[in-house]
């Protein structure tokens, strides 16, 4: 019988047979040192780090990240503390200086009284002034009202035939007609003697564009005054304009006065913060609905379930817009400019996302009964 070979030593132990085979272990313990899982593979979405090159000198040269996959998980990752800490002290500073610096733009810009449209010209003498106050500004029926006082002139002209038309005290010795080009045809209207010239309102149209063309709508209008005695004498008048409208901008293109009438060519347009408010209004449009379809997307085309939220915000857009497009100065007509770019086109998509969310739901229930929210991945 053959002697049984010595036990090996420590030093000529036989190396561990090769675990070949071997499955990765599904729970593995987390590093200590960076606290992740030891075998887990990286996130599929995230590039995975570069090792530094060597440059010409042998110094590691640093390693240059993407802007393309910065941008790219801005919103997926989380963020560190120092931007967080940063994003959140200039919001808080917005916060606090928006409301301030609004305010005091406001104090500076809006002015207290009715702003002068056309100054009175103080060089030239007349027997009597007319101040004029633009009321009101109606698009739609393309109308502009103005309230028309008639005084006596600060700059009274003695030397003027009619000059005795009126008294120091501001009393007509005589009727006066005051001719005015109204579009409701009231053109010609009579200052009784004896009393103040009196108060007198007018209503001018607006011609050059329409409302539906809002919030870059521009009209033009057209301004005569002047004023006759009983045997059609001329009387002259000095014209100043202001206006209270709140919503539109009036410029004079064009004023002549002369012994006979004074004409004012006048300019109308949008304010700029309703042309902004309307701007803002199509891009909130725009982006509520790229978000809205991007869930319908996800949800029909791609079969994954749509959030518990989505409902409700789909449906809170399709209630929001209404109130939104009411609520634009200027209450613009059916039709508009920002109905056709931006409105109409934002119901309209929103109400089709929901409409094919609620028909891929249909058609999946009747496909899986068992499980409508989780269909089977496409082939």
């Not at 301004?223 to 008048?237: I, K, Q, S, W």
């Amino acid at each position: 019988m053959a002697d049984a070979p010595p036990p090996a030593s420590d030093d000529e132990a036989p190396d561990p047979e090769p675990q070949q085979g071997r499955e990765p272990d599904p729970d593995p313990d987390p590093d200590p040192a960076t606290g992740q899982d030891q075998e887990a593979d990286p996130d599929p979405g995230i590039a995975p780090a570069q090792e530094p090159e060597s440059g010409p000198d042998g110094e590691p040269e640093p390693v240059v990240v993407r802007r393309v996959e910065r941008y790219r998980h801005a919103f997926v990752a989380p963020w560190s503390r120092r931007r967080a800490r940063r994003v959140g002290l200039v919001a808080a500073v917005l916060v606090v200086l928006g409301p301030v610096l609004g305010t005091a733009v406001a104090l500076l810009l809006i002015p207290s009284e009715p702003g002068d449209v056309l100054d009175v010209d103080q060089d030239r003498p007349a027997v009597l002034d007319v101040r004029g106050t633009i009321r009101s500004i109606d698009p739609v029926r393309g109308e502009m009202n103005l309230q028309l006082v008639v005084v006596r002139s600060e700059r009274h002209d003695p030397d003027a035939d009619t000059a005795a038309v009126v008294d120091e005290t501001g009393l007509l010795t005589e009727d006066l007609t005051l001719v005015v080009n109204d579009a409701d045809g009231r053109t010609a209207r009579t200052l009784a003697e004896g009393g103040p010239p009196g108060t007198v309102t007018a209503t001018l149209a607006l011609t050059g564009s329409r409302a539906n063309r809002y919030p870059v709508d521009r009209y033009k209008a057209t301004l005569l005054v002047a004023a006759r005695t009983e045997d059609g004498d001329a009387v002259p008048v000095r014209l100043s304009l202001r206006s209270s409208e709140p919503e539109f901008t009036i410029d004079v293109a064009d004023a002549t006065a002369t012994d006979e009438a004074a004409v004012a060519d006048l300019r109308v347009g949008r304010r700029g913060a309703v042309i902004g408010w309307a701007a803002f209004f199509v891009v909130v449009c725009w982006m509520l609905a790229i978000g809205a379809a991007s869930i319908g997307w996800t949800t029909v085309v791609h079969g994954i379930t749509s959030p518990a939220w989505g409902w409700g915000f789909l449906i809170g857009i399709l209630f929001a817009l209404p109130p939104l497009r009411s609520a634009l100065p200027g209450s613009p007509p059916s039709g508009s400019l920002v109905d056709l770019a931006a409105f109409y086109w934002a119901v309209g998509i929103v109400a089709l996302t929901v409409v094919a969310m609620i028909g891929s739901w249909n058609v999946r229930v009747r496909r899986a009964p068992s499980e409508p929210d989780s269909p089977a991945p496409r082939a």
